[in-house]
């Protein structure tokens, strides 16, 4: 049996809401893949990426989502940066404009947390990180639930990083401890996603019970160590969010804790050590 595990940490200070209106498309969701990296930034191919996240995006559609997507050369910095924090970002009119968002990129810590890699240079940038991002409605967005299948993305040591982030109002960050995998076999998982995230349990929940994997012959022998971060004004809330689905329109609260949820001392195939028991 699984032996669930959730962390709680304080942000050490109260951040102020700004108070500004998202936009958009309501009831929208966001996807952006990259399998081949033929543009003018660099990545290894992975062919199943897109197939991963459009299972996801499909199912939301099933469910009555509208589907956005910009994938391979549509994936630039400008879409995700703030304009609070870079006068060219464009966020709110396109992944922060969403209820909920996936990308599907290479993944890598940097000094300050993870760094997303793009297709197509933009800015003369061809990474996407932390520093850059505050997702939600208080940075003129609405996005409440971001995922990135992407690698070390809630590196453990460096999940603090999501605090910046979160300093827009977004509800719950999704990613991964160590390295993750892209393969057909994978792909179902992203659907399922969707569904137990839309009816049956929250989407932090979700999340981490889908995309863990322990070693064996099914799953290529990797171990696979998903994290799901809450944020909220209180600990209670930032626990709490973590059983939100996609269509329950919690109210937004200041980023003041965040709870980890993930599996108890998963320790990736390669990239970060076991998590905490």
Same mark, same amino acid.
């Given at each position: ?12 200070? *109260?951040?102020?809401?700004?108070? !500004? ?31 991963? @996240? ?5 199912? #939301? ?31 709110? =009119? ?9 990308? @599907? !990129? ?23 990180? *932390? ?9 003129? $967005? ?5 995922? #990135?299948?992407? @690698?070390?993305? *809630? ?8 605090? $910046?982030?979160?300093?827009?109002? *977004? ?39 889908? #995309? ?16 799901? #971060?809450?944020?909220? =004004? ?18 937004? !609260?200041?980023?003041?804790?965040? !709870? ?5 001392? @998963? ?5 970060? $050590?076991?998590?905490?028991?």
């Amino acid at each position: 049996m699984k032996a669930i595990r959730k962390a709680l940490l304080g942000a050490g200070l *109260v951040l102020a809401a700004l108070g !500004t209106a998202g936009n958009a498309l309501a009831d929208s969701v966001w996807s952006s893949a990259i399998t081949k990296w033929d543009g003018d930034c660099s990545g290894s191919q992975r062919d199943w990426w897109d197939d991963m @996240c459009m299972a996801w995006r499909h199912e #939301m559609a099933d469910r009555g989502f509208v589907p956005v997507w910009h994938n391979f050369s549509l994936v630039r910095v400008n879409k995700y940066v703030d304009p609070s924090l870079a006068s060219w970002g464009n966020d709110n =009119n396109r992944m922060d404009a969403q209820d909920a968002g996936l990308i @599907c !990129t290479h993944g890598t810590v940097d000094a300050t947390g993870w760094a997303g890699s793009m297709h197509t240079k933009d800015q003369g940038e061809c990474k996407l990180n *932390v520093d850059q991002m505050k997702i939600g409605k208080a940075s003129g $967005g609405r996005l409440r639930f971001f995922h #990135m299948s992407s @690698c070390q993305s *809630v590196q453990w040591d460096k999940r603090l990083s999501w605090f $910046g982030p979160a300093k827009g109002g *977004v509800h719950v960050i999704a990613g991964f401890h160590g390295l993750m995998y892209i393969g057909s076999q994978y792909v179902d998982e992203y659907e399922d996603l969707a569904a137990d995230g839309t009816a049956s349990k929250g989407v932090g929940k979700a999340w981490v019970d889908n #995309m863990h994997h322990v070693d064996h012959w099914y799953n290529s022998y990797k171990t696979i160590c998903p994290v799901a #971060m809450g944020f909220g =004004n209180t600990a209670a809330r930032s626990a709490d969010v973590l059983n939100e689905r996609y269509a329950s329109k919690w109210s937004d !609260t200041a980023a003041n804790w965040t !709870t980890s949820r993930y599996i108890s001392g @998963c320790d990736p195939s390669t990239g970060g $050590g076991a998590l905490p028991n």
